[in-house]
């Protein structure tokens, strides 16, 4: 891809899915070897829907009743398959005009975000989010 300004960008994709993809399809190819590696391996992932308003960032994660999407399949999946002993830990961001908002702050009340703050550890050389709520 070349920018506006002449920059070459090159970018490496692991899955394309055309418009005729399914939930399922999605979910079977791309998310479950996730899943499965972080029960199996205790290894994270970040899923990451990117696109434009009203391009079905929202229905590939949540789905609806009769088609299940990203998330509830993925919760689904782990909670069949977790050890005993094991703990999750979850929580959902939604990046929107360059801030960065918890979803799960108020769950029942989507209208209603908590802006929280993308920061840098110098010390552990990663990002957080701060104030962020997990459950």
Do not use: W
Not at 10 to 32: E, L, V
């Amino acid at each position: 891809m070349v920018s506006a300004e002449g920059k070459t960008y090159h970018y490496k994709f692991n899955q394309i899915f055309n418009k005729d993809s399914t939930q399922f399809d999605i979910y079977f190819n791309a998310i479950q070897p996730l899943v499965n590696d972080l029960i199996e391996n205790r290894k994270c992932s970040l899923i990451f829907s990117f696109g434009n308003t009203n391009s079905g960032k929202t229905f590939t994660i949540s789905g609806n009743t009769t088609n299940p999407g990203i998330l509830p399949n993925s919760l689904s999946q782990i909670f069949t398959l977790k050890k005993i002993d094991s703990e999750v830990i979850l929580n959902c961001i939604e990046i929107y005009n360059e801030n960065v908002y918890d979803i799960f702050h108020n769950i029942n009340n989507q209208s209603e975000k908590k802006k929280v703050e993308l920061k840098f550890n110098s010390r552990k050389n990663s990002f957080y989010i701060k104030g962020m709520i997990y459950f």
